[in-house]
């Protein structure tokens, strides 16, 4: 008999239909329903990226299948089985859920990780502390994976796929010195700063680590998707940025958003609609980076990690 342990793969979460864009929206404000101004906004920025159907699901489901098999695969000769349960923050099933399936299911150990590289307070601790708490109720040990931002593998294919764009750049007449290369993840307000908070110096270990693999001549790190609240979120945004290079006359730029790991609204409406608007206006060419998704080196980074937490705490 194989030992099974549950692995609870937490992420943000997006809408299940447009007509499930409120709910969502509500739950994100702590259950204050947004305003019908706010709400139309919102809602005309998924329309705009999926057309009628909703696909931005599938990415997750995808991931979470793909990792699942990468695991069983890397343990197939084990007595261990691995069986993965999506929790998300914002939207069903939620990492409550998640983690009452799993005791529900008989699972008597179990790791959580989170589909985002980098840490912070403000995304995975939060995420951490309500599967904790869920799991405390039902006796359940649970461990969990902080980061892996650095991690051999991500490195690899983000290397690559910033490699294979800034080529597209030169069969286009471009020389790589010409594209500045920006790397960008979604900002979070300005007191993460003054709280000491990892997720800054990670993003920008990441972008190093990246640059000096792909040996990209010209970067520089910019913030992006900042939240529509009073507080101040980290800035530059990625629009400001642009305008500043447009200045400077930097015509080629390559964004690389590696705080993301799927196409969703961040990166299909905020770059590939918004940001290649603003490139149009300012005659820039623009291209990013492919989303992860289900790469199989992505697979890989999180099933490594989820086998080596495995390990630690049975060492
Ligand atoms: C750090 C971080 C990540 C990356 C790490 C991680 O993945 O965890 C992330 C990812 C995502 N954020 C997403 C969507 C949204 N985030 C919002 C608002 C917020 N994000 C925040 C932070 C983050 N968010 C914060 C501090 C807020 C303010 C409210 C709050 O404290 O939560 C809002 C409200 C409206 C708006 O402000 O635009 C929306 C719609 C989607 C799904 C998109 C889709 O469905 O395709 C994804 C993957
Ligand atoms: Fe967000």
Redesign the pocket.
């Known amino acids: 008999m194989s030992k099974k342990i549950g692995v609870l793969v937490m992420?943000?979460?997006?809408?299940a239909s447009l007509d499930d864009v409120e709910a969502?929206?509500t739950h994100?404000?702590r259950g204050n329903p947004p305003g019908a101004e706010q709400l139309k906004e919102?809602k005309d920025r998924?329309e705009a990226i999926v057309g009628g159907v909703f696909p931005?699901r599938e990415n997750t489901d995808n991931q979470v299948l793909g990792m699942q098999n990468m695991l069983n695969e890397h343990t197939k000769d084990s007595d261990l089985e691995f069986v993965c349960y999506q929790g998300l923050?914002?939207a069903f099933p939620f990492i409550e859920d998640g983690v009452e399936k799993m005791a529900a299911d008989g699972i008597t150990e179990a790791v959580g990780i989170?589909?985002?590289p980098?840490y912070?307070t403000?995304?995975?601790a939060s995420?951490i502390k309500r599967a904790k708490e869920t799991a405390e109720k039902h006796n359940l040990p649970i461990s969990f994976i902080e980061s892996y931002h650095l991690h051999p593998k991500l490195i690899e294919t983000l290397s690559n796929r910033v490699n294979a764009k800034l080529e597209l750049f030169e069969e286009t007449g471009a020389t790589r010195e010409q594209v500045r290369v920006l790397f960008s993840?979604?900002s979070?307000?300005e007191r993460i700063l003054t709280m000491g908070d990892p997720?800054r110096d990670q993003l920008m270990e990441t972008s190093k680590a990246i640059a000096e693999r792909a040996n990209v001549p010209s970067w520089q790190f910019t913030w992006q998707?900042a939240?529509?609240?009073a507080e101040p979120w980290l800035g530059p945004d990625v629009l400001d940025t642009m305008q500043e290079l447009a200045k400077e006359q930097v015509k080629y730029v390559l964004v690389a958003p590696i705080?993301?790991v799927?196409d969703?609204?961040?990166v299909?409406y905020d770059l590939d609609i918004e940001a290649q608007e603003l490139a149009t206006e300012i005659d820039m060419r623009l291209m990013r980076i492919d989303s992860l998704n289900t790469d199989p080196l992505y697979m890989e980074v999180l099933a490594d990690e989820v086998i080596r937490k495995y390990k630690e705490v049975h060492a």
């Open positions: 992420s943000y979460g997006t809408p969502y929206y994100i404000r919102l998924y931005l923050k914002h989170v589909l985002a980098h912070s403000m995304s995975v995420y993840a979604h979070l307000p997720y998707s939240g529509r609240t705080g993301f799927s969703h609204l961040e299909l």
